[in-house]
């Protein structure tokens, strides 16, 4: 009998095959069906500390009353408590209709009382919660050490605050990301997602303009997360979910193999819709009875840096001249 059981979000997953946050999770009629063909978890969409911020300054600007200062306290308070009121309905519709467990996700671009929020997601019935943690770091001013700092602050103010797992999900932006995800996991952390992916600038060479890049991933994207899963699950004794550019069920036992507990996705359910995940459960589970495989934890890891039988492609970066055979071999 073969088991897809994993642990994630400190928590038993039926299979590690996790939904990632994005507007897919914003609907409790979509969640329903990520729920019915056997997601293992769904992420909901964050709540952005930064959507916030932007509303309270778009009115502050309209604002010129002599007791302005207490208008803007008070359309703080005000535009918090709608969105933190819809969130928790979030919560409870989401509950109402799913089998998998619910992750509230937190963005959060400071620390500080906007975290507080982190109880009421507890309190509205989320089952964990994952920080979705990131500031540009384009300050010319701010160094490595600036970020680390708020990282591990956001995570602690929040563990500190909830009873619920935390996880926290993080992009590759760091010049000393093996580092700052040592100092993650040794924060109480029921698991690092690596990596989000961000939406792009892009330049319209016609009207000579920035516009927004198109939001999804490409398969091939997934290299970057299975080099450092590979790299970090056997030294950082904290759960990694893999997650941007995995579409099949190829790519999720790669992550597993390179050690990955889980995988979040998101591109492949917008472009081939919910009941693809019944496919990549199907070919996961397929490949494992070929290999006489009956638990993930069989052959979890099996390629990851301390087990490979060539660690050393997990550090190679550059093509040196005897790379692969390469030598202009592409060209006919
Ligand atoms: C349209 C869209 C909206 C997203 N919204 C969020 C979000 O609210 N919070 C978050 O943490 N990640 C968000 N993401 C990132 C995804 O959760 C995921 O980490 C990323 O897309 C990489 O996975 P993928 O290659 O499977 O899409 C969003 C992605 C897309 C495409």
Same mark, same amino acid.
């Given at each position: 009998?073969?088991?897809?059981?994993?642990?994630?979000?400190?928590?038993?997953?039926?299979?590690? &095959?996790?939904?990632?946050? %994005?507007?897919?999770?914003?609907?409790?009629?979509?969640?329903?069906?990520?729920?019915?063909?056997?997601?293992?978890?769904?992420?909901?969409?964050?709540v952005?500390e $930064?959507?916030i911020i932007?509303?309270y300054?778009?009115?502050?600007?309209?604002?010129?009353?002599? /007791?302005?200062?207490?208008?803007l306290d008070?359309?703080d308070y005000k535009i918090r408590e709608?969105v933190l009121?819809? #969130?928790?309905? +979030?919560?409870?519709?989401?509950?109402?209709? %799913?089998?998998?467990?619910?992750?509230?996700?937190i963005?959060c671009v400071s620390t500080g009382d906007w975290l507080q929020f982190a109880s009421q997601v507890?309190?509205?019935? =989320?089952?964990?919660?994952? &920080?979705?943690?990131?500031?540009?770091?384009?300050?010319?001013?701010?160094?490595?050490?600036?970020?680390?700092?708020?990282?591990?602050a956001a995570?602690r103010e929040v563990?500190d605050r909830?009873?619920?797992?935390?996880?926290?999900?993080?992009?590759?932006?760091?010049?000393?990301?093996?580092?700052?995800?040592?100092?993650?996991?040794?924060?109480?952390?029921?698991?690092?997602?690596?990596?989000?992916?961000?939406?792009?600038?892009?330049?319209?060479?016609?009207? $000579?303009?920035?516009?927004?890049?198109?939001?999804? @991933?490409?398969?091939?994207? /997934?290299?970057?997360? +299975?080099?450092?899963?590979?790299?970090?699950?056997?030294?950082?004794?904290?759960?990694?979910? =893999? @997650?941007?550019?995995?579409?099949?069920?190829?790519?999720?036992?790669?992550?597993?193999?390179?050690?990955?507990?889980?995988?979040?996705?998101?591109?492949?359910? #917008?472009?081939?819709?919910?009941? /693809?995940?019944?496919?990549?459960?199907?070919?996961?589970? /397929?490949?494992?009875?070929?290999?006489? #495989?009956?638990?993930?934890?069989?052959?979890?890891?099996?390629? @990851?840096?301390?087990?490979?039988?060539?660690?050393?492609? #997990? %550090?190679?970066?550059?093509? +040196?001249?005897?790379?692969?055979?390469?030598?202009? %071999?592409?060209?006919?």
């Amino acid at each position: 009998m073969t088991s897809l059981k994993t642990r994630f979000f400190g928590l038993e997953l039926k299979n590690p &095959l996790i939904i990632a946050s %994005s507007s897919l999770t914003a609907d409790a009629g979509k969640i329903r069906e990520f729920s019915e063909n056997g997601a293992g978890a769904i992420v909901l969409k964050s709540v952005f500390e $930064e959507e916030i911020i932007n509303e309270y300054n778009q009115i502050a600007q309209t604002k010129t009353s002599a /007791h302005f200062e207490e208008f803007l306290d008070y359309f703080d308070y005000k535009i918090r408590e709608q969105v933190l009121a819809s #969130y928790g309905q +979030l919560i409870r519709d989401a509950k109402s209709v %799913s089998e998998a467990p619910i992750i509230a996700s937190i963005n959060c671009v400071s620390t500080g009382d906007w975290l507080q929020f982190a109880s009421q997601v507890q309190d509205a019935g =989320a089952d964990a919660i994952e &920080l979705n943690l990131f500031v540009m770091p384009c300050d010319p001013l701010k160094t490595a050490e600036d970020q680390r700092r708020f990282y591990l602050a956001a995570v602690r103010e929040v563990v500190d605050r909830v009873n619920i797992p935390v996880t926290v999900k993080i992009s590759s932006y760091f010049s000393d990301l093996a580092s700052v995800c040592n100092a993650l996991a040794g924060e109480k952390l029921s698991g690092i997602t690596m990596f989000n992916r961000f939406a792009n600038p892009d330049i319209d060479i016609e009207k $000579e303009k920035l516009v927004e890049a198109q939001p999804f @991933s490409n398969d091939s994207e /997934h290299l970057l997360p +299975l080099r450092w899963v590979g790299i970090l699950s056997p030294r950082l004794g904290c759960p990694i979910a =893999a @997650s941007t550019g995995i579409y099949t069920g190829e790519q999720v036992i790669k992550m597993l193999l390179a050690g990955a507990n889980a995988v979040q996705m998101a591109s492949v359910f #917008y472009k081939k819709g919910p009941a /693809h995940l019944t496919v990549i459960i199907k070919d996961l589970e /397929h490949w494992m009875q070929k290999k006489g #495989y009956e638990s993930i934890e069989d052959f979890r890891g099996r390629l @990851s840096l301390t087990k490979a039988a060539d660690p050393s492609m #997990y %550090s190679r970066a550059q093509y +040196l001249s005897s790379f692969g055979g390469y030598a202009g %071999s592409e060209r006919k």
